[in-house]
C-alpha cells in the first residue's frame, strides 16, 4: 500500500526539481513511483481540475487518462501504464511548482481531519477496486464536453483526489466521502443534460422545428 511517507518524499523531491527550473513529463513521474504510482499520478492529473473554472479539452484528455488508471486498478494491475502521449504531456517547473504547493498545502489540511479508521475499505485488493471504480468513474464524468459549464471538472476530480488520499490516510471515512462526492458529479452531469433536452424539446415544440 502506499503511504502518506511516500507522497511527502515525492513532493519534497518534486518541489526542489521545480527549484532548479527543471520540466517533467508524467511518464517520468510514474516511472519514479515504483508501488507509489497510482494513488499520487491519479493526485497529481486531478489536482490542476480542482478550480471551479471549466478547462475544455484538457479535461477530457485527463478524465480519459484517469478512466484508464482506474481500470487498471480495477485489473488489479501492480503499476500504472500511461498512454505514450500522455506519458510525453511535460509539466513546466512553474506549473510543477504549483502543483506541488498545492498538494502540500493539502495534505496539511487533510493531516488535521483524518486518521486511520475503517481500514478494511482501502486495504488490499478490495481497497484497490474501491480507487479504480472511484477514479475510473470520476474520469469518465470529467471526460464529458460540458465547456463553459462551472464545476464540472471540479467535483470528479475531487473524488479523485479524496479517494488517493484515503489510500495514503489509510482512511476509509475519507474513500467514503470520495464515493459521495463521485455521486454528487454524477448526479451534477446527469441534471445538465437533462436540463438541455427539456430545453431543446420545449424549443422545437415552440418553434415548430
Request: aromatic share 4%.
Amino acid at each position: 500500500m502506499t503511504s502518506r511517507a511516500d507522497l511527502l518524499a515525492f513532493v519534497r523531491r518534486h518541489a526542489a526539481r521545480s527549484a532548479a527550473a527543471t520540466p517533467l513529463s508524467l511518464g517520468e513521474i510514474a516511472d519514479s513511483l515504483g508501488d507509489s504510482a497510482f494513488s499520487i499520478l491519479c493526485a497529481v492529473i486531478a489536482l490542476p481540475f480542482l478550480t471551479p473554472l471549466p478547462l475544455g479539452p484538457l479535461a477530457t484528455v485527463a478524465g480519459f487518462a484517469l478512466a484508464l488508471l482506474g481500470l487498471q486498478m480495477l485489473r488489479g494491475a501492480p503499476t500504472p501504464h500511461l498512454p505514450t502521449r500522455a506519458r510525453a504531456v511535460v509539466l513546466s517547473p512553474r506549473v510543477l511548482g504549483a502543483t506541488m504547493r498545492v498538494l502540500g498545502r493539502i495534505l496539511a489540511v487533510v493531516d488535521r481531519l483524518s486518521r486511520p479508521r475503517l481500514q478494511g475499505v482501502v486495504e488490499g485488493p478490495r481497497g484497490a477496486r474501491l480507487r479504480g471504480l472511484v477514479t475510473g468513474s470520476s474520469g469518465l464524468v470529467m471526460a464529458v464536453p460540458l465547456f463553459g459549464l462551472p464545476f464540472n471538472n471540479a467535483l470528479p476530480a475531487l473524488a479523485v483526489l479524496l479517494v488517493s488520499l484515503a489510500e495514503l490516510e489509510d482512511d476509509g471515512v475519507l474513500a467514503w466521502v470520495a464515493v459521495a462526492t463521485l455521486a454528487l458529479a454524477s448526479l451534477y452531469v446527469v441534471g445538465v443534460w437533462l436540463a438541455v433536452a427539456v430545453l431543446g424539446r420545449e424549443t422545437i415544440a415552440l418553434t415548430g422545428w
